[in-house]
């Protein structure tokens, strides 16, 4: 039974009914829509608007329906949405007295409602993936600390670095992930029940009870921004985005790692898979999924974003489309963040391949410009007699750790023995003390403020 059928005298035309009913998906926060009707209608009892009798029957006969869903005994179908659902069952189940769940209620607050329990839901667990996450990036990192790697820019050999400053640069990202739906939540968690259709009530509601029976840390203060507002879900997908954009990021390293080319990362067997054709196969499907999942989101974000768009006061139909988009971002980030912690803890980096590749690619040209200008040249200077030494060892396939100390004595007097070591990669490493660096000792101090951080969440 449709919930505003009075005014009508003919049935809605079936496609457009098939096109205006939402059940098929807002059937996901049934959980949600129920807890908030029961914190309704106890309200409405304890405001005497109803009788505390007709709340508690109308509260009891929520909790069955709940636990009739949740156990498969009644499935949400055959009525226009989520909310339509669960009050024609009630009133199938408890009579007339189901019929006054919706008084001083809009299912326009409700739905609003609705979406930022099922939010909160979301966003609460995913602070717990992205913590264990981090955990896990900071474990390894402590571990692969000594591992050397080449950093890249322009994915040119840049300068020698380690595995660990490597996983702290991502662990910090998805700390910020953290950190960034924190700070979301405060904006998702306040409460639009009472703000009515759009103009709020004339029954003497009381909303703050509502929100403390929900877990709201307070109400919405305007009725027609309570229903109409979707900021809240804007910034949460743009929150589920960037963690999208950090995981699409390191997944693609990830994947070029795994290659014969690079051999930086041996992918675990569990989290692989083979070719129906080739025999020797061992693909970083995971990656590659963890990458391109980042394009559902990104679209999410682009839909919601579209459909808010000159969306005019208070609610309009249109918002119907907000949920898709958000149940689809949340699932999409909730699984990305279980699987990819997965892999973090399985997989296996091969220490050897990435040792020997920090030194290519004259990644210590930095080093022995460094050491000339530590000696007192100017540093755009000594960055130009350096390049000359790097030319020199491309023409006569030497490298900046196989020249003798005569030969780059011949491009400034200003060097003697200790340019020998300045070159050495471990060296350049251990040098590299600055706040950021990748020295071990300013490892272990990232270490210590990350996890600090991380505590507070
Ligand atoms: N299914 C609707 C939605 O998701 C519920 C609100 C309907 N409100 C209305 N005025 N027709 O937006």
Same mark, same amino acid.
Request: proline residues 3%.
């Given at each position: 039974?449709?919930?505003?059928?009075?005014?009508f005298t003919a049935e809605l035309n079936d496609i457009? $009914?098939?096109?205006?009913?939402?059940?098929?998906?807002?059937?996901?926060? #049934?959980?949600?829509?129920?807890?908030?009707?029961?914190?309704?209608?106890?309200?409405?009892?304890?405001?005497?608007?109803?009788?505390?009798?007709?709340?508690?029957?109308?509260?009891?006969?929520?909790?069955?329906?709940?636990?009739?869903?949740?156990?498969?005994?009644?499935?949400?179908?055959?009525? $226009?949405?989520?909310?339509?659902?669960?009050?024609?069952?009630?009133?199938?189940? &408890?009579?007339?007295?189901?019929?006054?769940?919706?008084?001083?209620?809009?299912?326009?607050?409700?739905?609003?409602?609705?979406?930022?329990? #099922?939010?909160?839901?979301?966003?609460?667990?995913?602070?717990?993936?992205?913590?264990?996450?981090?955990?896990?990036? +900071?474990?390894?990192?402590?571990?692969?600390?000594?591992? +050397?790697?080449?950093?890249?820019?322009?994915?040119?050999?840049?300068?020698?670095?380690?595995?660990?400053? #490597?996983?702290?640069?991502?662990?910090?990202?998805?700390?910020?992930?953290?950190?960034?739906?924190?700070?979301?939540?405060?904006?998702?968690?306040?409460?639009?029940?009472?703000?009515?259709?759009?103009?709020?009530?004339?029954?003497?509601?009381?909303? $703050? #009870?509502? +929100?403390?029976?929900?877990?709201? =840390?307070?109400?919405?203060?305007?009725?027609?921004?309570?229903?109409?507002?979707?900021?809240?879900?804007?910034?949460?997908?743009?929150?589920?985005?960037?963690?999208?954009?950090?995981?699409?990021?390191?997944?693609?390293?990830?994947?070029?790692?795994?290659?014969?080319e690079f051999g930086f990362l041996?992918?675990?067997?569990?989290?692989?898979?083979?070719?129906?054709?080739?025999?020797?196969?061992?693909?970083?499907?995971?990656? $590659?999924?963890?990458?391109?999942?980042?394009?559902? &989101?990104?679209?999410?974000?682009?839909?919601?974003?579209?459909?808010?768009?000159?969306?005019?006061?208070?609610?309009?139909?249109?918002?119907?489309?907000?949920?898709?988009?958000?149940?689809?971002?949340?699932?999409?980030?909730?699984?990305?963040?279980?699987?990819?912690?997965?892999?973090?803890?399985?997989?296996?980096?091969?220490?050897?391949?990435?040792?020997?590749?920090?030194?290519?690619?004259?990644?210590? @040209?930095?080093?022995? @410009?460094?050491?000339?200008?530590?000696?007192?040249?100017?540093?755009?200077?000594?960055?130009?007699?350096?390049?000359?030494?790097?030319?020199?060892?491309? =023409?006569?396939?030497?490298?900046?750790?196989?020249?003798?100390?005569?030969?780059?004595?011949?491009?400034?007097?200003?060097?003697?023995?200790?340019?020998?070591? @300045?070159?050495?990669?471990?060296?350049?490493?251990?040098?590299?003390? @600055?706040?950021?660096?990748?020295?071990?000792?300013?490892?272990?101090?990232?270490?210590?403020?990350?996890?600090?951080?991380?505590?507070?969440?």
């Open positions: 039974m449709k919930l505003w059928s009075g005014r457009a $009914e098939q096109f205006n009913d939402s059940l098929p998906f807002d059937r996901l926060m #049934y959980r949600q829509d129920i807890r908030g009707s029961i914190a309704h209608c106890t309200m409405l009892g304890k405001c005497g608007i109803i009788t505390e009798d007709e709340a508690k029957t109308l509260a009891a006969a929520l909790k069955a329906i709940l636990a009739d869903i949740d156990n498969g005994k009644l499935e949400p179908v055959g009525a $226009e949405d989520i909310h339509s659902f669960v009050e024609n069952t009630l009133v199938s189940r &408890v009579g007339d007295v189901g019929k006054k769940l919706h008084t001083a209620r809009s299912r326009n607050d409700q739905v609003a409602t609705d979406i930022r329990l #099922y939010l909160r839901d979301g966003i609460d667990e995913q602070i717990g993936l992205l913590k264990t996450l981090v955990t896990a990036l +900071a474990d390894k990192a402590e571990k692969e600390k000594a591992t +050397a790697m080449p950093a890249y820019t322009h994915m040119q050999k840049a300068q020698p670095t380690t595995l660990g400053h #490597y996983l702290l640069a991502y662990a910090n990202m998805f700390l910020r992930d953290a950190q960034r739906l924190i700070d979301c939540r405060k904006r998702v968690n306040v409460l639009p029940l009472g703000s009515g259709a759009c103009a709020s009530t004339t029954f003497p509601i009381d909303r $703050e #009870y509502t +929100a403390k029976f929900l877990g709201f =840390d307070g109400v919405t203060q305007n009725s027609l921004d309570g229903v109409s507002d979707r900021d809240f879900a804007v910034e949460y997908l743009s929150c589920a985005t960037q963690a999208m954009l950090h995981l699409s990021r390191i997944n693609e390293e990830f994947v070029y790692w795994s290659g014969e041996i992918l675990p067997d569990e989290f692989s898979t083979g070719s129906s054709i080739m025999p020797q196969k061992k693909n970083p499907d995971v990656n $590659e999924l963890l990458r391109g999942k980042c394009g559902r &989101v990104v679209g999410d974000l682009m839909s919601m974003i579209t459909v808010m768009k000159g969306l005019p006061l208070a609610y309009n139909k249109d918002m119907q489309e907000d949920k898709e988009p958000l149940f689809d971002a949340v699932n999409t980030l909730s699984l990305s963040l279980k699987v990819f912690t997965a892999f973090m803890n399985a997989v296996e980096f091969n220490r050897q391949n990435m040792n020997a590749a920090s030194a290519g690619g004259h990644s210590c @040209a930095t080093e022995c @410009a460094d050491y000339l200008a530590a000696k007192g040249l100017p540093f755009r200077a000594a960055h130009e007699v350096t390049g000359k030494i790097v030319l020199y060892c491309i =023409d006569n396939g030497k490298t900046l750790q196989s020249l003798t100390v005569d030969e780059y004595k011949k491009f400034s007097p200003l060097f003697d023995d200790g340019i020998l070591k @300045a070159v050495l990669p471990k060296n350049a490493i251990a040098r590299r003390k @600055a706040i950021g660096g990748c020295a071990s000792e300013e490892i272990d101090r990232q270490l210590k403020v990350l996890r600090n951080e991380l505590n507070k969440i």
